[in-house]
């Protein structure tokens, strides 16, 4: 699972299905939505379906939080995570649409400030390459500056790009990332005078008959028809253990919103599934057009513009192995039984969302989930898509818990081989006081580490990452010079922190691992290098 992007296990191969499209959902979908809900504990999930350039399904089953009796309804609001990039997409083609920018404007010219690493790909930085993951940053670069929380601003999050080194050439390859998606909701605050909130609420989710979606976390709070999030965390990696509820607060900073932090029901997601597949116009109240934003616009958005690797599923899942996979402004685009379909998928940690079109059937899906049970999500879509097809029935779920299944397993594995190879705990170099100190990345920023009361130096150390509020806990000592992070907060991923000393014996670097190797790519750790701050 990834933070905005879970899972990337894509629908899609290719076949022929000359059955015509069902004009109402299957039969059979209560039951199977409650059997997959029930065989993996997930307390809610919604769903939306329009076909036809009409909803004929929105609807919500389970409850919003474990514990309560608050029923999941049409109306319940999830966060989306990635699904929202097409909503960060849209809100930047109304602005193409008024004039105000154009898709390959240099970003530079919008917004002097902007830096990224290398000089000359800041000058050549273009809006589309905000969107299309080709910037050279590696995979979820920077996301440590917006989860699990952040007090820092989004156009102080943008300032630390620059310090963020690339992993590849500028346009060579695909990396999935979310910085850029920041730097695009920046963008649109640069370029229109409004925050990327107020912007898109007024003039994306107003529009589409969205009233329900927020872009702050703050209005999420505060409707009491919402979903909470939930994992399961008590287990050596995560996926494993008993579903919890989570601390609904740390799951995305403000700062990162642009590139998951909307907030939808099934409902809104339904008028945003007719927006989408009406190429910008949808029908709303009383049978008016109304248009979000033009045509033209709507093809930019919906043309590839990166090959992205294709997957070869294992098991059960070959059958649904996609032929080609790409990724257009803030889509997926690929084959699925002989269709193109634009999909994407979303997660905030507890929270999963999947919205699918197959735009020449006139067809759209979205599904919302409080847990982090990505088969059940993923395995119900795909039979609501094949019925939609009229394709032959396959239990999806059951696939997908294979894959699921083996993954957890492996990742277990190799957490138990890594475990078994240290041979000795190993002494560490210093007295604990010895490796206290405020330490900076030059992207992240400080952390502070004290050992016992901070002043004494004894007890326990402990590691606070200050920009992220809430993100502190234990270091435990593991060997030699490497400790493990023991989180106030267990839903956080743990992590290895390892120091190296210089030739007097004094803390001369801090680097970091993800201790479980299948953590999500948000953390990461491995990207972020400490030195101590001079006084």
């Known amino acids: 699972m990834s933070l905005f992007q879970p899972l990337r296990l894509a629908v899609f191969a290719l076949c022929t299905c000359a059955a015509p499209a069902f004009a109402a ?9 409650q059997a997959a809900m029930q065989a993996h504990g997930v307390p809610g999930m919604a769903i939306a379906i329009v076909e036809g350039g009409k909803p004929v399904l929105a609807k919500g089953w389970g409850v919003r939080k474990l514990g309560s009796n608050d029923a ?14 097409a909503i960060t997409a849209a809100a930047l083609a109304v602005l193409v649409d008024d004039g105000k ?37 590696g995979l979820g670069a920077g996301d440590l500056m917006f989860v699990p929380s952040s007090s820092r601003s989004r156009a102080d999050t943008v300032r630390a790009l620059r310090h963020i080194k690339p992993a590849t050439s500028f346009r060579s390859g695909y990396a999935y990332d ?3 998606y920041a730097v695009a909701g920046q963008l649109i605050e640069e370029v229109s005078g409004q925050t990327w909130e107020v912007f898109v609420r007024e003039r994306v989710l107003k529009p589409a008959g969205m009233g329900s979606s927020v872009t702050e976390q703050s209005a999420r709070f505060a409707n009491p028809n919402r979903a909470w999030p939930h994992a399961r965390t008590g287990g050596p990696v995560r996926g494993m253990g008993e579903q919890g509820v989570l601390d609904e607060r740390k799951t995305l900073g403000d700062n990162g919103a642009p590139a998951g932090g909307l907030s939808s029901s099934a409902n809104d997601l339904a008028n945003w599934l007719q927006v989408q597949l009406g190429k910008g116009t949808w029908t709303g109240p009383g049978g ?17 513009v990166v090959l992205t690797p294709t997957p070869s599923w294992p098991g059960k899942l070959a059958a649904a192995s996609p032929k080609f ?3 257009a402004l803030g889509w997926s685009v690929r084959d699925y039984r002989g269709e193109k379909v634009l999909d994407h998928g979303g997660a905030v940690f507890g929270v999963q969302a999947y919205v699918a079109m197959i735009p020449e059937r006139n067809f759209g899906l979205a599904v919302l989930m409080n847990s982090e049970d990505t088969q059940a999500m993923r395995g119900v879509a795909l039979e609501i898509i094949d019925h939609y097809l009229g394709a032959p029935k396959t239990d999806w779920v059951a696939a997908f818990d294979e894959f699921m299944d083996t993954r957890i397993d492996g990742g277990l594995k190799t957490l138990q081989a890594s475990a078994k190879s240290r041979t000795s705990t190993g002494e560490a170099s210093l007295p604990l006081a010895g490796y206290a100190g405020r330490y900076r990345d030059p992207w992240y920023g400080p952390i502070d580490i004290t050992a016992g009361d901070g002043k004494a130096g004894k007890g326990p150390l402990r590691v606070d990452f200050t920009l992220t509020p809430g993100m502190a806990g234990r270091l435990e000592h593991v060997h030699h010079d490497t400790f493990r992070t023991v989180w106030d907060d267990p839903a956080i991923e ?20 993800a201790v479980s190797p299948i953590a999500d790519f948000s953390y990461d750790y491995q990207d972020l290098l400490f030195t101590p701050e001079r006084q």
Request: cysteine-free; aromatic content about 10%; glycine content about 6%.
């Open 325 to 327: 996979t790409s990724y």
């Open 101 to 137: 920018l154009g898709w390959d404007d240099k970003v530079i010219g919008h917004m002097p400030w902007f830096r990224m690493y290398d000089p000359w790909v800041t000058n050549e930085m273009t809006v589309r390459d905000l969107l299309v993951h080709r910037s050279g940053l």
């Open 25 to 33: 959902p299957p039969a059979d979908l209560d039951a199977r939505v």
């Open 178 to 180: 979310n910085l850029l």
């Open 494 to 513: 743990p992590a290895y922190l390892t120091f190296a000393l210089d030739a007097e014996g004094k803390v001369d670097r801090i680097t970091l691992k």
């Open 288 to 304: 008016t057009p109304v248009k979000v934003f033009s045509g033209a616009q709507s093809k930019q958005m919906w043309t590839p």
């Open 72 to 85: 999941v309804d049409a109306d319940t609001i999830f966060p989306t995570g990635s699904t929202g990039k």
